[in-house]
Nanobody, 121 residues
């Protein structure tokens, strides 16, 4: 059993900052990658930022230079620092973790429940 839990969403004014956190727990052998996605009302879920083990991070063009993803592997946690927020960043943000539950297992995708980020004056 694996749980992925996000926190840190909320209401912020345009130009403000928020930091999202996501912690994975349970039966975990390894986490191959962690990332953040978002879904705005009426739109499809989209990648925001992705951070694989030992690989380079990648960001959606719309957040480059404003958002930063980071990981604490010892805590199985990923963060998303969001600066210079815009109203168009308003969405439910979801954490995704690619996890192996034992050494020979294939990786499976686990999702958090989502956290609402609203950027509005």
């Amino acid at each position: 059993q694996v749980q992925v839990v996000e926190s840190g969403g909320g209401l912020v004014q345009p130009g403000g900052s928020l930091r999202l956190s996501c912690a994975a727990s349970g039966t975990i052998f390894s986490i191959d990658a962690m990332g953040w996605y978002r879904q705005a009302p009426g739109k499809e879920r989209e990648l925001v930022a992705h951070m694989p083990n030992g690989g380079s991070t990648n960001y959606a063009d719309s957040v480059k230079g404003r958002f930063t993803i980071s990981r604490d592997n010892a805590k199985n946690t990923v963060y998303l620092q969001m600066n210079s927020l815009k109203p168009e960043d308003t969405a439910v943000y979801y954490c995704n973790a690619q996890i192996r539950t034992y050494r020979l297992a294939s990786q499976s995708a686990y999702w958090g429940q989502g956290t609402q980020v609203t950027v509005s004056s």
